[in-house]
């Protein structure tokens, strides 16, 4: 908005040329999704715990989470949303459908949380959406949005595989008399969206376990999308250009700003969960960063963390229904260290750790093409 407003005045006053550039607008845009939502955490907690709107600790947890995060509010997501949201439209460039396209499925997966999360809270029970719903909901906004983007043609059918160059899958290209096959990448960038928007939900199980991991992707992101989106940069690093993808690091920044703000309150021991308004939307907004900017192959090595902790719970459920045998003392992962004895903070730094180092090797193959 502020792009759209301020840099047609530049030629009356030169300081509103800043406007014109990314990393202007990116850095501003982490500030000021920062400030928001640490400006609105504290009355949002006071007005949570008035109401009861307290996280329900499953039964069958750890039994250090019955006894500890038992009162603690949740849906602190929607501050994040919030926060994220505003800036956003504040500072990115409005002109460029890759931002709404990335709004629309941060907010409609909010919304799918924020409905579980009220569930959940009303029914004083941990079952909240069923989960063929949460599926409905994640699968239909992604089928609306990458579907109305491929039919304009702003998305390409086009699979990018990382660390080699030119080696591209071209799905409307597979058969030539079938370009009708380009619909089945949509229905890929479907499933990954669902996918990284369900990884973060089982990620979100300590105090601050999801969010760093969370902003180390977005991060990474951030670097990639930047790269997509500079004709020079992506040609020279054989990236892939998306028209308007710069404009995605000032969305990027914003989850990392909000993100920051979270923490503060998120930090063991917590003031406030994300809940799952927060968790779903942050994986699915994940997910379609990595679809629109072409790096959803490289985007399961930047979130590995969640996509090891989805894995856990697949190999578990597969394991006991084949075996009946656990392969875990309890899934996700992040439980079974705390089953094994770790501390909490040791398990959510340690994890942190390993996203930074994921985030690293991700942006590595840049070079290596």
């Keep these: 908005m502020l792009y759209h407003l301020l840099v047609p005045l530049a030629d009356e006053h030169q300081f509103f040329n800043l406007f014109r550039y990314i990393s202007f607008r990116t850095a501003w845009g982490l500030v000021t999704a920062l400030a928001i939502a640490y400006v609105l955490y504290p009355r949002f907690i006071v007005w949570m715990r008035q109401q009861k709107m307290n996280q329900i600790i499953r039964a069958e947890g750890p039994q250090s989470h019955i006894e500890n995060k038992v009162g603690t509010p949740t849906m602190g997501g929607v ?25 629309s499925i941060l907010l409609v997966h909010g919304l799918i949380g924020f409905i579980d999360d009220w569930k959940k809270v009303m029914q004083k029970s941990s079952d909240g959406l069923a989960g063929r719903w949460k599926l409905v909901g994640q699968f239909g906004s992604g089928a609306v949005v990458l579907g109305a983007a491929y039919h304009f043609g702003i998305l390409q059918p086009d699979l990018h595989l990382p660390f080699v160059k030119d080696w591209v899958i071209r799905f409307d290209e597979l058969v030539p008399a079938a370009p009708w096959l380009g619909w089945i990448y949509v229905f890929f960038g479907m499933f990954v969206i669902s996918s990284f928007s369900n990884a973060v939900n089982l990620t979100d199980g300590l105090d601050g376990l999801a969010i760093g991991p969370v902003m180390t992707s977005a991060g990474t992101l951030a670097v990639l999308a930047y790269i997509a989106g500079n004709a020079n940069l992506s040609t020279y690093l054989f990236v892939p250009g998306i028209e308007g993808a710069g404009e995605l690091t000032v969305f990027c920044a914003a989850i990392v700003g909000a993100g920051l703000a979270f923490l503060w309150f998120n930090a063991y021991p917590a003031q406030i969960f994300m809940g799952d308004v927060g968790s779903l939307a942050l994986g699915g907004a994940l ?83």
């Design 79 to 103: 501050v994040m949303l919030i926060g994220i949201t505003v800036s956003t439209l504040l500072w990115a460039r409005l002109d460029q459908p890759v931002v709404w396209m990335a709004l």
């Design 287 to 369: 997910g379609v960063l990595g679809v629109i900017t072409k790096h959803e192959v490289l985007l399961a090595l930047v979130g590995g963390v969640f996509v090891l902790e989805n894995v856990s719970v697949l190999l578990q459920v597969a394991s006991f229904k084949l075996t009946g045998k656990r392969i875990f003392k309890m899934a996700p992962l992040h439980h079974h260290y705390e089953k094994l004895g770790w501390s909490e903070p040791k398990i959510i730094v340690r994890f942190w750790i390993i996203s930074i180092l994921l985030a690293l090797v991700a942006l590595t193959t840049l070079k290596v093409r």
